[in-house]
T-cell receptor, first 111, second 113 residues
Framework: QKEVEQNSGPLSVPEGAIASLNCTYSDRGSQSFFWYRQYSGKSPELIMS????GDKEDGRFTAQLNKASQYVSLLIRDSQPSDSATYLC???????????FGIGTKLQVIP | DAGVIQSPRHEVTEMGQEVTLRCKPI?????LFWYRQTMMRGLELLIY????????DSGMPEDRFSAKMPNASFSTLKIQPSEPRDSAVYFC???????????FGPGTRLTVT
């Protein structure tokens, strides 16, 4: 079992819709959770961080964390074509505070 | 702040040659990470330094790979000898504290022919 799992996609949504991206992790002791966006040919860019159970909203983005179920999700409201990218889930866990990334979900927003 | 700086941005070399990738972390950050990204395997952590000390190098593929961080503002990743399967994008990232987010450099695209 991979430590951080994501569906690689592609996930296609129409412009203006809500895109829902999911991530599960295996280490119950994981402490910090991040979502990165990566455009083709570019480096990953942090868009959200979440540390406690519940929802965290930032503009059109909402991160959700459920530690009991070991999943993290990212909702993108009013999706725009410019949101088309690969979204990487990252989890910090372990005594060394190691960061593990998921494979990433490719999102396509169709105009 | 200039962000994480990596050089070179592109490197093309022949199999068997030595390759050195360079990274300057964000000033004040105390952790530095080297990653390799390929389509097949995604983003893989190679090695992680904290306060210039290697903490976890379990991701380093084999002895051909080595990394150093002689001071807080500079790190190198060396591949000797290079092989075609090393072709990938190599990212350096830095972080302020253990639980905080990382910031990535622009990456080095390595092609080994």
């Amino acid at each position: 079992q991979k430590e951080v799992e994501q569906n690689s996609g592609p996930l296609s949504v129409p412009e203006g819709a809500i895109a829902s991206l999911n991530c599960t992790y295996s280490d119950r002791g994981s402490q910090s959770f991040f979502w990165y966006r990566q455009y083709s040919g570019k480096s990953p860019e942090l868009i959200m961080s979440i540390y406690s159970n519940g929802d965290k909203e930032d503009g059109r983005f909402t991160a959700q964390l459920n530690k009991a179920s070991q999943y993290v999700s990212l909702l993108i409201r009013d999706s725009q074509p410019s949101d088309s990218a690969t979204y990487l889930c990252a989890v910090i866990s372990g005594g060394y505070q190691k960061v593990t990334f998921g494979i990433g979900t490719k999102l396509q927003v169709i105009p | 702040d200039a962000g994480v700086i990596q050089s070179p941005r592109h490197e093309v070399t022949e199999m068997g040659q030595e390759v050195t990738l360079r990274c300057k972390p964000i000033s004040g950050h105390n952790s530095l990470f080297w990653y390799r990204q390929t389509m097949m395997r995604g983003l893989e952590l190679l090695i992680y330094f904290n306060n210039n000390v290697p903490i976890d190098d379990s991701g380093m593929p084999e002895d051909r790979f080595s990394a150093k961080m002689p001071n807080a503002s500079f790190s190198t990743l060396k591949i000797q000898p290079s092989e075609p399967r090393d072709s990938a994008v190599y990212f350096c990232a830095s972080r302020l504290d253990r639980l905080y987010e990382q910031y990535f450099g622009p990456g080095t695209r390595l092609t080994v022919t």
